[in-house]
């Protein structure tokens, strides 16, 4: 019998790829950032210094059971039209806030009801931690 999480990762996968897909079809591209992550202490230290360290599952828990992809957003440089050719589009990286952000954490939250996106995140006194990058699905409370 297949684990809960099991079951889960073999479908949070495919619906990346969806979102990818999604993505490039509104002429947005992606490039990967992290993904699985299996060291904690590395993870912590040198990507997310700020998490506390005796409970690093709170905001960035779903690296460790494969159940989160962060991606970097890029965007055609304004101006570009339909005539350059895709090999030599240039794009801007798009690291705040930005309607497409929502967009696509909206098309992720749709393919399925455990979807969670970092753009909704919130510290622990309430305020946004705006991780628009992050892509996760629920499992045991963490996101
Ligand atoms: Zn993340």
Redesign the pocket.
Known sequence: MPSELFKKQIVFLPNIAELIRYATRRGARFTEA?SYVKDTVFYIRNLHPGINIKSPHRE?G??FNRL?K?MNLFLPKNGQNDHVPPDEIEYDWIVNAHPMWNELGTYWKSLHPLNRW?GDFRNSKGEKVN?F??F?MEHGGVQ
């Open positions: 992290e960035d779903g690296h989160a962060d970092g991780d990058n992050h996760s």
